[in-house]
């Protein structure tokens, strides 16, 4: 109890009590749906981190993870009535096979050839996606994209009419995964990516089997980006290959994780809620420019890698230590 007295302990359990309060403040429809988004992309981010972050390797096609959950489950509810709560783990599985797969060959090289892999592997997949228009019998849609089908109002099938469900689904999902990422960091498998991260040879040299633990970690991340890909599908209810499987996922993907601070257990996350804010400002205010928001994802990498490499993270923690010892100060005078 006396932990919990804390800030640095009830502080947290304040802020997550204000993010499952925003939606009976928040009742429009559009900032519902942007907030869902916004946390959609911490989780992403996230999700990346494990492999991108922990075990430094850098990914440059996650996106190809995200499609191939969405499809996954969208195909088999369309045409088998699987739902996609059941659909979620199977499109995350096959995801987490998909990042095996690419990760063994290459994740026991040096050097940028993962990074180029997951490029050419994720660009092959997204035209695949375009130019398939049916598995069997299946109609894929191809270029056209694939429509998940409407039933209304329908819980048990990961369909609402408001938006407030989907907030609260993708809420839990983020918040399940910042908790599996804490486990990581503080795991014996955590320890190993760290030292694999800051210099891979001296891991080999302490016994470390640096493969192997490269290859989990592509496989934990391409599986919790592929759930997170099921549950865009639901969102959305459309999909269209080059806006799931494209480039411009997969770049947004690492440009959130890598400002947010990469590495770290929140710092992603962070990356994910401040950038997606501010994409969705940019829209509003310059809706004539085009990818203007990805230009300043892009500028912002570029300004935090040569100036504040740790990223957004390194300014909260300060303002978080700060914080925290102010209201102990004062929780001191006032027990005194």
């Not at 957004?312 to 209201?327: A, H, M, P």
């Amino acid at each position: 109890m006396a932990r919990l007295a804390s800030p640095r302990y009830y502080l947290p359990v304040l802020l997550i009590l204000l993010l499952f309060a925003l939606p009976l403040f928040v009742k429009s429809p559009y900032y519902l749906h942007i907030m869902a988004m916004v946390l959609f992309w911490a989780y992403m981010a996230t999700a990346w981190n494990i492999v991108g972050g922990f075990a430094g390797q850098l990914s440059l096609g996650h996106g190809a993870y995200v499609a191939a959950g969405a499809y996954t489950s969208s195909l088999l509810f369309a045409y088998l009535g699987i739902s996609p709560w059941f659909g979620m783990f199977i499109g995350g599985l096959v995801a987490g096979l998909m990042g095996f797969l690419v990760g063994y060959p290459t994740l026991r090289l040096r050097g940028a050839y993962y990074a180029l892999a997951t490029v050419g592997f994720a660009e092959g997949f997204r035209v695949i996606l375009t130019n398939t228009t049916h598995i069997g019998k299946w109609k894929t849609g191809g270029a056209e994209g694939f429509m998940i089908p409407l039933l209304g109002n329908a819980p048990q099938h990961m369909q609402f009419i408001s938006k407030v469900p989907y907030y609260y689904l993708i809420l839990v999902l983020f918040l399940i995964l910042v908790l599996i990422c804490r486990w990581i960091d503080g795991s014996k498998l955590g320890y190993y990516l760290t030292a694999l991260r800051e210099d891979e040879d001296a891991a080999l040299a302490l016994g470390i089997n640096t493969a192997r633990v490269k290859l989990v970690a592509a496989t934990l991340s391409a599986f919790f980006a592929g759930v997170g890909g099921v549950f865009y599908a639901q969102l959305i209810r459309y999909l269209e290959p080059n806006a799931i499987a494209g480039p411009i996922m997969s770049n947004q993907i690492v440009f959130l994780a890598i400002v947010g601070g990469r590495g770290t257990v929140l710092g992603p996350a962070l990356g994910g809620l401040v950038l997606t804010l501010i994409g969705e400002i940019t829209r509003v205010v310059f809706n004539q420019i085009m990818g203007l928001h990805l230009f300043l994802y892009g500028l912002l990498v570029v300004l935090f890698v040569i100036f504040k490499p740790r990223g957004l993270i390194e300014f909260l923690e300060v303002l978080w230590n700060r914080l925290v010892n102010l209201l102990e100060r004062r929780e001191g005078k006032h027990a005194a």
